[in-house]
């Protein structure tokens, strides 16, 4: 497939931020589809592993139309809305990536989606994760319900769960309850994992405000690096329940 050395550097730029987020899975079906300038014979070579793989699909979506800006944004905004095709469970959760790319491309999403980059978009990524990791699930197999404290500001936490899980409101996979929290939180969340029926209730405790404030002082890497390596306890504890419940 023949690309001009500017989309080339998009495909890839993108495709790295999407390996990055896990959500890869996503875009392998465009990788079969022909190409009008491949020979028939490079339909039987193509590999599905590797980042080549990965840009390939990636372009050949954006060239399903003329404008490739247009599809570029197009694209980024239905993977983070969950609008492509499901992807499979991950054993590896979001956040085993360490890296500063990992980071930045969490703390670019935050900005986009809620209109900056806080704590409690932070602490909403890490309960998330974790989410993820005791059910065993991957992207969009989540349903999430958020309560938000009385004294809380908003339910900030939400948009982070809903950044790293790909659940959302869109999807009808995450919801904001007009229940408040229990009394001393500052947020309660229930998620539940269709598939295999098991859920979870955690519960944000109120001193996390603390921290909140201490974190709000510092740039986005400095929020993100003290909510990630803020001990367990002072962000959430976590308890298995009926998903009935």
Known sequence: MVMGAGLHRICASVAASLRILSWKTALMPFADIPHPE??????????????????????????????????????????????????????????DDRSKGNRDSFIALGEAVHGGFGPLIAIGIRLGDD????????????????????????????????????????????????????????????????????????????????LVKEASRGDPDRRWTLIMDAPEDRLFTRRSIKATQ
């Open 131 to 210: 989410a993820m990791k005791q059910l065993g699930a991957g992207p969009r197999q989540l349903d999430v319900t958020y309560f938000a404290g009385k004294a809380a500001p908003c339910p900030c936490v939400a948009d982070g769960i809903m950044l790293v899980t790909t659940a959302s409101p869109g999807q009808g996979t995450l919801r904001v309850s007009a229940e408040p929290a229990p009394e001393g939180q500052h947020g309660r969340v229930i998620v539940r994992h269709p598939r295999s029926g098991r859920a979870l209730e955690y519960l944000i405790p109120a001193s996390v405000d603390l």
């Open 38 to 95: 491949e020979p028939p014979q490079a339909a039987s070579q193509r590999t599905h592993d590797g980042p080549a793989c990965f840009e390939t699909a990636l372009a050949r979506l954006l060239s399903m139309r003329t404008d490739g800006r247009w599809q570029v944004a197009l694209a980024v905004l239905g993977i983070v809305t969950g609008l492509t095709t499901p992807a499979a469970a991950h054993p590896h959760s979001p956040l």
